[in-house]
């Protein structure tokens, strides 16, 4: 996994923060699917909610500790820069005596686990199975010489027997192959990258992940890692997608099998079946992204004997609750011991999150995210059964006067009770909420959990939201408010008072074309049921044109260095120059390097456009010497948006790009707000 924090921010940075374009699927290689087969495809996923990572491998063997430094894990041959050499001496000390795939297994299932994701191939390149493509695998340690045979399959067959789901973790990154490419720095005389031949790296990866899936049975999930640095790319990343479905139809597939790329419509597209957040939960979900969360129990993937800092139960159970509320998945680390046992710690805490599952699983396994946009108390989820809802409200704070508020919920209520021990519990309407009567003491103090049947689907009294392409306007633009549910009316003011039931009934998007204020608010059976909701609008004079520029294409300016922001071009020289006819890249693969274009846009027509820049790592815009877009940082390939008000003519325009390690990306599009975005490029770009 990634373990340096600069690549575990890239990583989280491409998950989070930044608005998701919806996605198309226009790249060839990758299998046409219809959205009901995907659905049955992700049904066994999307219900499981709580899976097992393993990280095992030759890294357990040094627990962490190498030359005097104990802070090391699966990243242990990277980060001490130890010789390919000495750290191939492990392979003839792996001998797990104690390894028992069957108790790895039901523990796994015993801790309400459905499935498990474990390492056959980590970064170092070292194979858990008998791989017919390379001597660097189980076959050659004295584990195997004893006659224990292939670990994959023992577990594979474990899996079978306890019914959970076998899936496999392959790294792309390789650091031992001599194919794959690019060497680290500091490998330079240890490890020439001389005759490598990147391509033939690519094929033995498609050898290995064909065995994978075509010895072990049925697999749940092909779970890759090890895919931003540059050579690796959406070609090869696609292809490698396509394979596993080929091999396994219903096979699932993480998102870090490819690299996402900005398509021609403006869309980004990443192949995969689910993210995967790393180290964190995502503040609200993904929407509708499919998602896992993968997560170590202490700090390192793999095992390290010194690491002591582990999470509570508390912490990961109310990670289950909290993950599940908004719609994802849990994969929670173990990181065994070179025996082949896992640290007795991970074992306790297993054991808890069993004890908890086994009362309040029904409110995890099979539900939908919740409800409701927050709760004071805890989370929630949903189980929509026809013509009831189960809503499981999993309390973290029990209410010291008994009263457990459910706000702001249109439905009547069929009834209560608490998981624990199946009490029944009153309930009760005051207004727009639902008040459940609670016993005095709380059945768990780390997160109890009541079931609440109600009549119908979910009603719920949210805000209402205000959309629209431009706050700011120079002609007009329009807004479009959404209830969040259909049994609800909207009805507006655009004179700065609140909405009453006397108030326009919104029906279709508002014409604007001057300074407002709008105001809305939810109505249900002629009374307000939600606060208000207020966008400011304003009518602008549009940034003034400047004087056309006599050639077409921007000066692009190239500059090396390692930085973490972007720099200040200004004080830096540039390595070269030359004119480019759009904002990106070319073909360029190196890292630490970035770049600065600069020109003029000329905008076609008076009006507000709005811009949308990708890029891996950080970037910015200037339009008029105002900085319209930051997407700076060090992050994955993100898109952020920015709008301004252009005069018809010619404006100035700078964007800068830098990119520290990993994937490469730039792209910018462009329009009218409200419109198709499309590349800037071409006729529109002068200097």
Known sequence: MLTSLLLAAALAASHAGAPRPKTQNTRSVIPKEARAHKDQRMEWWRDARLGMFIHWGLYSIPAGTWNGKTD???????????????????????????FNAEAWVKMAKDAGMKYIVITTKHHDGFNLFDSPYTDWNISHTPYWKRGKGDIMSQMAKACKKYGIKMCWYHSIMDWHEPDYLPR?????????????????????????????????????????????????????????????????????????????????????????????????????????????????????????????????????????????????????????RSDGTFPPEAVGRLKAIGRWMHVNGDSIYGTKASIFDNLTWGR?????????????????????????????????????????????????????????????????????????????????????????????????TTASIDAGSKQLQVRYTTDGSDPTVGSALYEEPISIARSLTLKAASFYQGRRVSSVASEKFEKVMPNPAT????????????????????????????????????????????????????????????????????????????????????????????????????????????????NKSGGLELSLFWGKAGSKLIPVAGAALSH
């Not at 640095?229 to 490819?258: F, H, M």
């Open 380 to 476: 929630s989820t949903t189980r929509v059964l026809g013509k009831t809802t189960d809503l499981y409200l999993q309390v973290f704070d029990w209410p010291k006067d008994g009263k457990l508020v459910v706000p702001g919920i249109g439905n009547g209520s069929l009834s209560a009770e608490l998981l624990a021990g199946h009490k029944h519990l009153k309930v009760a309407r005051a207004g727009s909420d639902l008040i459940i009567s609670l016993p005095p003491k709380m059945p768990d103090a780390i997160c109890s959990v009541v079931r609440l049947e109600v009549a119908g689907k979910p009603i719920v009294y949210r805000v209402p939201k205000i959309s629209t392409p431009s706050a700011i306007l120079v002609g007009q």
């Open 72 to 98: 090391y894990a699966e990243w242990i041959r990277e980060e001490a820069h130890i010789p390919v050499g000495e750290y191939e001496k492990l392979k003839y000390k792996f001998d797990p005596v104690k």
């Open 184 to 336: 680290r720095s500091w490998e330079v005389g240890d490890r020439p990258a001389d005759g490598a031949d990147f391509r033939k790296f690519v094929q033995y990866l498609r050898s290995e992940v064909t065995w994978l899936l075509t010895h072990y049975g049925p697999i749940g999930v092909m779970w890759f890692d090890g895919e931003w640095e540059s050579t690796w790319n959406a070609k090869d990343g696609d292809a490698l997608y396509a394979l596993c479905r080929q091999l396994q139809p219903n096979v699932i597939v993480n998102n870090r099998v490819s690299v996402a790329e900005t398509q021609s419509d403006g869309h980004t597209f990443q192949a995969g079946d689910f993210s995967t957040p790393e180290q964190y939960i995502p503040p609200t979900g993904l929407g509708d992204v499919d998602w896992e969360t993968c997560m170590t129990m202490n700090d390192h993937w793999g095992y390290n004997s010194h690491d002591k800092n582990w999470k509570s139960p508390e912490t990961l159970i109310r990670n289950i609750v909290d993950i599940a509320s908004k719609g994802g998945n849990y994969l929670l680390n173990i990181g065994p």
């Open 547 to 658: 004087t056309p520029g006599g050639e077409p294409g921007l000066l692009s300016q190239e500059y090396k260095g390692d930085w973490d922001t972007l720099p200040d071009f200004d004080s830096l020289t540039p390595r070269s120059s030359a004119i480019a006819d759009s904002v990106g890249l070319g073909g360029s693969k190196e890292e630490n390097w970035g770049k600065r274009l600069s020109g003029l846009i000329t905008a076609p027509s008076d009006g507000v456009y709005e811009f949308a820049l990708t890029s891996d790592d950080g970037s910015r815009l200037w339009i008029d010497d105002r900085l319209v877009v930051d997407n700076d940082g060090l992050h994955g390939a993100v898109t952020k948006t920015g709008v301004v008000a252009l005069a018809k003519g010619a404006h100035k325009i700078v964007v800068g790009w830098f």
